[in-house]
């Protein structure tokens, strides 16, 4: 009856202890999906990772193939934002077209991206003005 | 009127329907009341549905071959210009070809248990013929519903098709990966199927254990398989370089697989000492849930991943399905919970028992925190309307000590005799794995591995490996000493008469090149990232990259962008040519990396981006991964242990037909 119930503590508290790190990386990994507008309205502090969805304004986007300096202005209708990477856009990022971008914002507002992802097929509707972005994109 | 595959292969599922519906009653009576007449009926059932079901698969095989597009799912997924070989693979390229498929197996896995279970156990096996036969009606309903219909007739019909999704017809891994993880998912319903019915007859014992237990064995196995080839061909399709996301539907994959794990080793528990009874039916049934589960998560398109590729009336109907399967089996757990009293007694803190239990826990946690992190972004959207996703620093820090946890229990629990290990026994058992796993840790120090986890890795994996050394240098030794066998014979006669217990090892083994693949490539992957001209050249961790330029390659079903790479040292001497692949029907162009696999490192080419005006310039992302083949070589490993512990083992009387086998001889 002894070895039982040390067996049943440890089990316990094996589980217990899984459980707690599980909720908190839980609550630290979640990356919100937010179109600019909601980013403002949110007022995503600095250095929080987001990921936001919108298009890359036309006219905007300008890679620098020697420097590797990314630069693009991803906007939902209503809120435009400077998006700045490093490294070739994928080849499939057009300007017009649907983009969602994983980052942080700087302090001057600016949003460091550190993935750019081209949403650019049949399937993706970028997402109309101050609407959140489609989750069921492919 | 002219011949129709489309007409064939309707007809043939609407036949196959009512006989699937009467098979339920037929077997359930047979059960019920014994008879003979009706049991034959239920088999003759089974047998004509299964066929009928591999008619209409080979119905749609047929449409696709001869480019039908008068069926909507060939012109969807399938293009004059597609070659033979992915045409034929489209029977599993999309939703309603996926779930034909899907029924073909769990026809022929009915008609297996009408035919080869029922003589067995009439009983046990005849309830759960009754069990698989309302399964598979399920299954008939949908394909014989606009739900998943694969032979839905075009609106219009076009003079050529879509072509499958540019992503499917690019690798032949996919003429394997998904129909060995749909045989994996599938197969895994005849042990559900054995445990419901033991549960409807209230037996209490652990037949339905025994009979099912290879089944268990066979489709774990395609299912691990099955995802090492899923990563594999992420791998060398996707162009980025990995092999695991923890993407939705590979988590969909890997959690069934988890818990079907932690079953195939508290079986064990069960048959050796009496215990964990309905934690063992617990197992079954869960595992079974989440098979369900992830088709619903992959199927209904809730989940954000490229691998939804369809949204359709079938995700509530899964759901359905699913909420039902979970309340009908939890009812009659704990309705025949009285039963199942275990009639052993647990041993101590360091009897293998109780490691398996440890084990069984950490893999039951592993399960459930990865359907956490693949729920919420769904809970947290129904709750709030907020939109979020769990990225990988979640999975990997949860995962990744659950896994080492999981590597150190697998070192010692096979080492542990049942009941409790005496001081004596502890010493011989594990002075020699203890100096392994230090010179484990020195080598990855040695070779420059960062990262406290990985230099884990590296310790647990010599840990593991010698212990197993260690177990067969002593069957050998024991062989030799009471046959007079030589080593090659005695070690042969090892895997072969006891093939369930070093079957194991071999698995184990399997895991620990698994797990050093992993931590290796993770910890030690260099990238390059250039922008080069023609007759451009640099250098990448040793190996030197060459540019010779860009050329366009026309395709009858695609064009080609195609960067030339020569890669040199380290004593290779590689063309690599990555690619961004056009397909006419697709907006998206794909790209294609160039590998140079090896043994010791992989170069693995990425063009990501070139100059669209003049073709002046490219650039060129470059991998240099090290041991990453050994994953796919651990996958290898683990099926062919997997295959030692599933053959029949000579010399011992099968006590029942075909599913059965003699009694387990881990621990022997």
Partial sequence: ?138 | MSFSFADLGTGALRAALPLAIWGIGAAAYAAAKRDGRALASARWSALITFLLVVLAAFAMIGALVTHDFSIAYVARNNALETPLFFTVVSLWAALEGSILLWTAILAGATAYVAWRGTPALPRLATTALAVLFAMLTFFLLLVTTPAADPFVRSEIVPLDGNGPNPLLQNHPLMALHPPLLYLGYVLFSVPFAYAIASLILGEGGDRWLVATRRFALVSWALLGVGIVAGSWWSYAVLGWGGYWAWDPVENAAIMPWLVATAYLHSVMVEEKRRLLRSWNLSLVIATFALTILGTFLTRSGVVNSVHAFTQSAIGPLLLGYLVAIVVLSVGLLLWRLPTLRDTGAVGTPLSREAIFLFQNVVFVAATLTVLLGTLYPLIAEALSGAQLSIGRPYFDRVEVPLALALLFLMGIGPQLPWHGASRATLERQFTAPIVAAAGGALLAVATGLGGAFAVLTYALAAFVVATVVQEFARGIRARRALHGESAGTAFANLLRRSGRRYGGYVVHLGIVLVAVAVATSQSKTIEVERTVRAGDQFDAAGYTVAFGGLRSVSEPQRDLLVADLRVTGNGADEQLRPALLFFPNATQAVGSPGIAAGLHDDVYTILVAYDTTARSWATVRVLVIPLVSWLWLGGGVVGLGAVIAALPQPKRREVMHGLAEAPATVGD
């Fill in chain 1, 1 to 138: 009856m002894g070895a039982r119930r040390v067996l049943l503590i440890a089990v316990l508290a094996a589980a217990v202890l899984i459980g707690f790190v599980a909720v908190q990386n839980l609550a630290s990994s979640a990356v919100y999906y937010l179109t600019p507008t909601e980013a403002r309205e949110r007022n995503i502090a600095a250095g929080t990772a987001v990921r936001l969805g919108g298009q890359v304004e036309t006219g905007s986007l300008r890679y620098d193939p020697q420097t590797r300096d990314l630069r693009f202005v991803l906007t939902d209708g209503t809120t435009r934002v400077a998006v700045i990477g490093t490294g070739a856009p994928p080849a499939l990022l057009r300007e017009g077209a649907g983009a969602v971008v994983e980052g942080t914002f700087a302090a001057d507002g600016t949003f460091r991206a550190t993935q750019v992802i081209a949403k650019h097929d049949e399937q993706y509707a970028p997402p109309s003005p101050g609407a959140t972005p489609s989750h069921q994109t492919p």
